[in-house]
């Protein structure tokens, strides 16, 4: 369990505090609903009280259009894609992570990589993060974990380290099959 900061002798807040905590939270950062929720659960009421408020704020800042799962899924996963060049199973793994319902991720992600060239992704990742081609199985291995860890499938790994004429031949491919999503 992480650790949490002692609010010794605070009171909890009040709904309208936690309301403008969440407007200020929010305008400094995107949020999910959970990790919002999260956040202001260190600040409200302990139990049902508390609960009901959160419920209130998350629906009220929702009618203000101030805070939206779908939105937040597709901008993440636009920013991702474009600024930091994953591949769709890291975006995938993000967004779960961030407490985003699984069908609005496979929906948000069938939208945002419908038309990406994997292999032109994964291109671009290697360059922006300035990867050596590789000159021997040791150096072939590190770039193809570097690729995974990115998200990107491994047959788009191989094709691009092909492209890049990488010594692959004598590669253990043995750890390496896709997995079943």
Do not use: C, H, W
């Amino acid at each position: 369990m992480a650790f949490q900061r002692s609010r010794q002798g605070k009171p909890p807040a009040t709904e309208a505090e936690l309301f403008e905590y969440a407007v200020k939270t929010l305008g400094s950062k995107m949020r999910s609903v959970r990790d919002l929720r999260r956040l202001m659960k260190l600040r409200a009421e302990p139990g049902a009280e508390g609960e009901a408020q959160m419920d209130r704020i998350v629906q009220r800042l929702e009618d203000l259009k101030y805070l939206s799962d779908p939105r937040f899924a597709a901008d993440f996963t636009r920013l991702r894609q474009e600024n930091q060049s994953f591949g769709r199973r890291r975006v995938q793994q993000d967004l779960t992570n961030k407490g985003i319902d699984k069908e609005l991720v496979q929906t948000t992600l069938e939208t945002a990589y419908e038309d990406v060239n994997e292999a032109a992704l994964a291109k671009v990742y290697i360059e922006r993060k300035r990867m050596k081609v590789p000159q021997d199985q040791k150096e072939t291995a590190r770039v193809l974990r570097r690729l995974i860890r990115a998200g990107f499938s491994t047959p788009t790994i191989f094709k691009v380290l092909r492209d890049l004429k990488a010594p692959i031949d004598e590669l253990d491919v043995e750890g390496f099959e896709e997995p079943e999503s």
